[in-house]
Nanobody, 129 residues
Framework: QVQLVESGGGSVQAGGSLKLSCAVSGHTISRGGCVSWFRQAPGKEREGVAGINTEFDRTYYADSVKARFTLSQDDAENTLYLQMNSLELADNAVYYC?????????????????????WGQGTQVTVSS
């Protein structure tokens, strides 16, 4: 059974940094598939933030976070990280980790929420001025 557990959320002032973790159990990330971060602010749709297709070694970032957010992967811990720098008020949201271990099914669709089978419970990120 695949489970995803997010951690690392919290409160930070604008311009600050946070590092989110997505610990995966029940499947090995490096064996192929997509693991991505999404976020949802109150009253807004869930949007893709950043993701990786480990089969093809491709990463994807939303335009709004490029140059500020960075994905990294720890194979020993089977964990995907999202380093978030220069946080802005617009980054306020609940952040979710999602996974789909069918690499061809998520190729070039990595930041589409509707393709993912497995989801974590979410972690709150609050950015204040």
């Amino acid at each position: 059974q695949v489970q995803l557990v997010e951690s690392g959320g919290g409160s930070v002032q604008a311009g600050g940094s946070l590092k989110l973790s997505c610990a995966v159990s029940g499947h090995t990330i490096s064996r192929g598939g997509c693991v991505s971060w999404f976020r949802q602010a109150p009253g807004k749709e869930r949007e893709g933030v950043a993701g990786i297709n480990t089969e093809f070694d491709r990463t994807y970032y939303a335009d709004s976070v490029k140059a500020r957010f960075t994905l990294s992967q720890d194979d020993a811990e089977n964990t995907l990280y999202l380093q978030m720098n220069s946080l802005e008020l617009a980054d306020n949201a609940v952040y979710y980790c999602a996974a789909l271990f069918s690499p061809w099914d998520c190729l070039e669709r990595t930041l589409r929420a509707d393709i993912y089978r497995y989801w974590g419970q979410g972690t709150q990120v609050t950015v204040s001025s």
